[in-house]
C-alpha cells in the first residue's frame, strides 16, 4: 500500500465521543501513519452549551444528568477517564473558544502544533476538570505549552482564525455532518460517526487503500 488515504476527521473539543475516540486515532495513526493523514476540522455541537442543556437535557435533570450520562458513557472505555466535575461544577459556555484558539495555533504555527494542543485542551478539561470555555484558562495552557500568545492572538484579532473556523462549521453542514466525532472517506462518500469501534473504522480505511476509488463512480 503506497497511496496516502485523507480523511476529514470532525471534531467539538467538548464532546466525550471525542475524548474516547482519541484512543482510536492514536491507533490508527500508529498502525496507517504513513497511509493515512487526518485533516482536523471542528464543528458546532457545543457553540451554545446553555441553550444545548436547557431544550435536550431539561427534563432529565439538566446539567446533572447530562454529566451522570457521561460518566455512564465512558464507564466501558477504562482509558477514557473523565474528572469528576465535568458538567457538574465545571462548564464551559462553549466550545468555540478553544476551536477558535486551535485554529489560531495553526496559522501561527502548523497543522500538528494546532492537533497537539487539541488534545491538551481536551485532557484539561475532561482529566483536570479545567473550563475550557474560558479564554484566560486557554491562554494559560498555551502559555504553559511554549507557544507565543501574542502572536496567537495576532491571527484572532486580524479575523483569519475566525474565517478559518467558520470555513470547519460551513462545510461540516456541506457535508452532512450529524455529530462528533465524524470520519469522512473516500472524498465524501463515507461518513462513519458517533461510537465507532476500531475495527470497523480500520477495515474501512484499509478496504479504500486496497482498492481504487474510481470503481465507486464507475457510473
Known sequence: MDKTIIIDYY????????????????ELNKKLGNNIELQYHYLDVFGDVPTKITTQWQSKGGFMGFAE?????????EYADINPKVWT????????????????VEITYDKKKSIDMAL???????????????????CDLVNANGLDLNAINTSIRDGSAM?????????SKRQ??????????????QTLYGNVGFDVILANI??????STDEASWC
Open 11 to 26: 471534531t467539538d473539543i467538548l464532546c466525550v465521543w471525542a475524548w474516547i475516540a482519541q484512543k482510536r486515532v492514536d
Open 69 to 77: 450520562h457521561i460518566q455512564q458513557s465512558v464507564s466501558a472505555f
Open 89 to 104: 461544577q465545571v462548564r464551559p459556555t462553549t466550545s468555540a473558544n478553544a476551536h477558535l484558539m486551535l485554529k489560531a
Open 120 to 138: 491538551t485542551f481536551r485532557t484539561a478539561f475532561f482529566i483536570d476538570g479545567l473550563d475550557i470555555g474560558n479564554l484566560d484558562v486557554l
Open 163 to 171: 474565517a478559518s473556523l467558520m470555513g470547519d462549521y460551513q462545510q
Open 176 to 189: 452532512n455532518i450529524n455529530g462528533s466525532p465524524s470520519f469522512v472517506l473516500d472524498g465524501g462518500r
Open 206 to 211: 484499509e478496504a479504500l487503500l486496497k482498492h
